[in-house]
């Protein structure tokens, strides 16, 4: 949501002394999200300094994640600027109001709360030195069965903290800055993020329930996109997931396209409640991500990145020249979740539990005439005229939902409702109040 703060008064006589007086003024709140920065031309006659350092200190807060440039509408601090710390971002929900914004999984789903590192010296002989393979080999054995049974080529194989990690260093490995990167619109804000903090420029391709919209993909990469990005299932924030058809049409175009890069994030395995479709191995360069975080718990920060060989290999040498390679005890661990029947179960059951609250909730709203979409995973992500009046509407009815801004680029407004912990009576309260917050528009009441 775009707030206008008091005019903060940028001090600074270099570009580098400009930026970082501005990245202090993010960092202190002084600079809200979304805040307005002046024209580069008025910024220079403010400062007296020449437009080309203003420029470049504008490109600095750019390249840094931590300002966006669009146009018309000018430069202004990112949603979450990549400067800031996590803690610092975000609006306080207030006292008695129902949390749906998060985007978290249920926490008594998750397995690793009952979760036990294997006692000391039970399974290992000796501790783990340098020089191992990054990739246990039970943990290996484990994601080439489980892999190769969802038809993911699993030959080569990395292991990452978590999709995200795993996407940025695929990304790196093969893109440099300027790059164009395709991704959902809306998508996943952290990419977003991710893209700008790179200096990659984002390449929106539109979705349906179904993946990304085969025309967007294409034009992407008419326009020159040199990688993909696609959720495979549980799109954040809309729940799209690829279908068996958009797969086969995906993979047909991309045939034409075996330079591109293909990265897939499969970061709802288990807990989508729908089968996955893969892209995997169409491309020459391509990568199959998939995060042990949403259904077993976002602490246990690991993902399989299985993909061809050399971007596996390049995964693999710049790991190595950073954390080495993520802890034999996470891994261990993952391997010991994934194996358990105790822990399947609670997935399976999490799996029915967030698909019965997306399909009750889509359900309520329809009766009540309101579109919404989530075929799959953990999210509800409804279409609306002005999110600020949706946002503010829903809060005052006692519920916070996730304003679709920071998931959009050339999307229409939205608003994200994370059904993971919703009960069944909360459903009905909840779609009266996103009925009342989308016809408040149209009353003009805020
Ligand atoms: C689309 C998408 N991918 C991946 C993740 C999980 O990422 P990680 O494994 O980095 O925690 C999320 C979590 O919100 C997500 O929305």
Redesign the pocket.
């Known amino acids: 949501m775009d707030s206008v703060p008091e005019q903060y008064m940028i001090r600074g006589a270099g570009a580098e002394a400009i930026a970082t007086d501005i990245e202090e003024a993010i960092s202190a709140g002084a600079l809200a999200p979304g805040a307005e920065l002046p024209p580069i031309r008025e910024l220079a006659a403010q400062l007296g300094v020449n437009a080309n350092t203003a420029a470049a200190a504008y490109r600095l807060l750019r390249e840094r994640g931590a300002v966006e440039t669009a146009g018309r509408r000018g430069t202004r601090v990112r949603d979450r600027p990549a400067t800031t710390p996590r803690s610092l971002r975000g609006l306080p929900v207030p006292a008695g109001v129902r949390d749906l914004s998060t985007?978290?999984p249920d926490p008594a789903l998750l397995p690793i709360a009952a979760a036990q590192l294997p006692p000391a010296g039970s399974r290992r002989r000796r501790p783990l030195l340098y020089g191992e393979p990054a990739v246990s080999p039970e943990l290996a054995e484990y994601a080439r069965t489980s892999l190769t049974a969802d038809d993911v080529p699993a030959e080569h194989l990395a292991v990452t903290?978590?999709?995200?990690?795993?996407?940025e260093r695929v990304l790196t490995a093969h893109l440099r800055p300027g790059d164009r990167v395709a991704v959902e619109d809306p998508?996943?804000?952290?990419?977003l993020d991710l893209l700008a903090a790179l200096g990659f420029s984002a390449e929106p391709m539109r979705v349906d329930d179904d993946g990304p919209l085969a025309a967007d993909v294409a034009r992407a990469l008419r326009r020159g996109a040199r990688a993909v990005v696609v959720?495979t299932r549980?799109?954040?924030?809309t729940g799209a997931a690829v279908s068996g058809a958009r797969a086969k049409e995906l993979r047909q175009l991309l045939a034409d396209h075996v330079d591109v890069l293909l990265v897939e994030?499969d970061?709802?395995a288990g807990i989508a409640g729908v089968p996955l479709h893969t892209l995997a191995g169409t491309t020459r360069h391509w990568a199959f991500?998939r995060?042990?975080?949403?259904a077993y718990g976002?602490d246990l920060?690991?993902?399989l990145l299985a993909g061809d060989r050399r971007t596996v290999e390049r995964v693999h040498g710049r790991l190595r020249l950073g954390p080495g390679w993520i802890s034999y005890l996470l891994q261990d661990l993952a391997v010991r979740l994934w194996r358990d029947k105790a822990a399947s179960r609670l997935v399976h059951k999490a799996e029915t539990v967030y698909t019965r609250n997306r399909e009750l909730l889509h359900a309520a709203l329809t009766d009540r005439g309101v579109t919404s979409r989530g075929r799959s995973?953990l999210n509800v992500w409804i279409p609306v005229p002005d999110e600020t009046v949706a946002i503010t509407r829903l809060l005052s009815a006692g519920w916070a939902a996730a304003p679709g801004t920071r998931f959009r680029i050339a999307a229409p407004p939205g608003v994200r409702i994370t059904v993971s912990s919703v009960d069944a009576d909360e459903i009905d309260p909840l779609a009266d109040a996103v009925t009342e917050a989308i016809h408040a528009v149209g009353l003009g009441s805020v």
Do not use: V
């Open positions: 985007g978290n903290a978590g999709a995200l990690d795993g996407i998508g996943w804000a952290n990419l959720t549980a799109q954040n924030p994030d970061h709802c991500i995060s042990a975080a949403k976002p920060r690991l993902a995973g």
